[in-house]
Nanobody, 124 residues
């Protein structure tokens, strides 16, 4: 099992940047495919980005492509989401998630482990 704790959220003006972190404890992170999801107020949770166990393969939602970058440092058991050129519509609670690396990467939400989320608010 793995436990996930997100951090790095906050309030930022449109056009600004934030870097979210997801720290894992328990089993080493290299066993897992990792994903980031966002849930805006009164909306369903949506896929943002995913990265395979080695960091060599990533997928992004069209809405964040070119602005967000997912990365990982397995030695530090941490996954990151660098968010640039933020827009008010990026406002959401952002969750990281983990699943067995043998499942590969995709846009679905079939993850076994979830963090508690971190709030990102982008003002116009």
């Amino acid at each position: 099992q793995v436990q996930l704790v997100e951090s790095g959220g906050g309030l930022v003006q449109a056009g600004g940047s934030l870097r979210l972190s997801c720290a894992a404890s328990g089993r080493t992170l290299s066993y897992y495919t990792m994903g980031w999801f966002g849930q805006a107020p009164a909306k369903e949770r949506e896929f943002v980005a995913t990265i395979n166990w080695s960091g060599g393969s990533t997928i992004y939602a069209d809405s964040v492509k070119g602005r967000f970058t997912i990365s990982r440092d397995n030695a530090k058991n941490t996954v990151y989401l660098q968010m640039n050129s933020l827009k008010p519509e990026d406002t959401a609670v952002y969750y990281c998630a983990a699943r067995d690396r043998l499942t590969g990467i995709s846009r679905d939400e079939l993850y076994s482990y979830w963090g508690q989320g971190t709030q990102v608010t982008v003002s116009s």
